[in-house]
């Protein structure tokens, strides 16, 4: 069936570094590609999303492409505030049902 | 607009006990789903609903019922609760099946224990 796996965390960085997190995928149609972050304490919120090959998500400075030809769907961004701190999903969604990966935990420290 | 509720935030119960998750969104969205959140497996889908009188299974159903009689509300029954079923449960939706290609919105989660 459809999976995503994506890199594990903890990552830990200082305030401006730049922020990678790898997410791969497995499936056998057409699916739609999404980043999802959770804040402590609250449910899952958008980040952005790609609905075809070579679509660019981007919202709040992140950005994700999705490649086809890697099957691959990696968040950047290029200088992380202390309020980027959270949990981020991969996840992908072909028909009715939505495939999150594990998540990655992110830490900014001032 | 309220968006999506759940109650309660968080439960303790013993092994075998029953109960019932509630689940409430006033956006007037058709497709609704539950999901298990567990360390370091992320979010798995345990039921969802395409409409009113339409449910289906997800990943993980074993263990729990759903129903869906208004468009509004999407409870999560646990008929006879065990300790595996210790978890954060997730209820969410979008505004109809196609939609989940677009966005699904999350509540704030319900806390389990089962001891």
């Known amino acids: 069936g459809d999976s995503v796996t994506q890199m594990e965390g903890p990552v830990t960085l200082s305030e401006e570094a730049f922020l990678t997190i790898n997410c791969t995928y497995t499936a056998t149609g057409y699916p739609s590609l999404f980043w999802y972050v959770q804040y402590p304490g609250e449910g899952l919120q958008l980040l952005l999303k790609a609905t075809k090959a070579d679509d660019k998500g981007s919202n709040k400075g992140f950005e994700a492409t999705y490649r086809k030809e890697t099957t691959s769907f990696h968040l950047e961004k290029g200088s992380v505030q202390v309020s980027d701190s959270a949990v981020y999903f991969c996840?992908?969604?072909?028909?009715?049902?939505?495939?999150f990966g594990a998540g990655t935990r992110l830490t900014v420290k001032p | 607009n309220a968006g999506v509720t759940q109650t309660p935030k968080f439960q303790v119960l013993k092994t075998g006990q029953s109960m019932t998750l509630q689940c409430a969104q006033d956006m007037n969205h058709e497709y609704m789903s539950w999901y298990r959140q567990d360390p370091g497996m992320g979010l798995r889908l345990i039921h969802y609903?395409?409409?009113?009188?339409?449910?289906d299974q997800g990943e993980v159903p074993n263990g729990y019922n759903v129903s869906r009689s208004t468009t509004e509300d999407f409870p999560l029954r646990l008929l006879s609760a065990a300790p595996s079923q210790t978890s954060v449960y997730f209820c969410a939706s979008s505004y109809s099946a196609g939609e989940i290609y677009n966005e699904q919105f999350f509540g704030p989660g319900t806390r389990l224990t089962v001891l």
């Open positions: 996840a992908l969604s072909d028909r009715d049902d939505m495939r």
């Open positions: 609903s395409v409409g009113a009188g339409i449910t």
